[in-house]
């Protein structure tokens, strides 16, 4: 793994990424990011995809209100 730059995390917690990562990636501000960590401790951060509110499943995305719900919540949904 390249280590782009070092960063210094602030007292709540934040830290900034860099504007040439931003901009590589195509991040804007308001983008949401999802922060894993891999079993060797590692923190990954990948830019969010979108998700159904309920299950957070990927697949089978429809825009609701907007949301997005998957058609198997969907259909638990219309059957409550």
Do not use: Y
């Not at 995809?49 to 995305?61: A, M, P, Q, S, W």
């Not at 609701?64 to 409550?80: F, G, L, P, Q, R």
């Amino acid at each position: 793994m390249k280590v782009i730059t070092t960063r210094k995390i602030d007292e709540l917690g934040r830290v900034v990424l860099p504007i040439e990562l931003r901009t590589s990636l195509d991040i804007q501000s308001g983008d949401e990011i999802d922060i894993c960590t891999n079993e060797k401790g590692t923190i990954v951060l990948h830019k969010a995809t979108e998700r159904c509110v309920f299950c957070k499943g990927k697949d089978n995305l429809i825009h609701v209100m907007d949301k997005h719900v998957c058609t198997s919540c969907k259909e638990i949904i219309n059957k409550a």
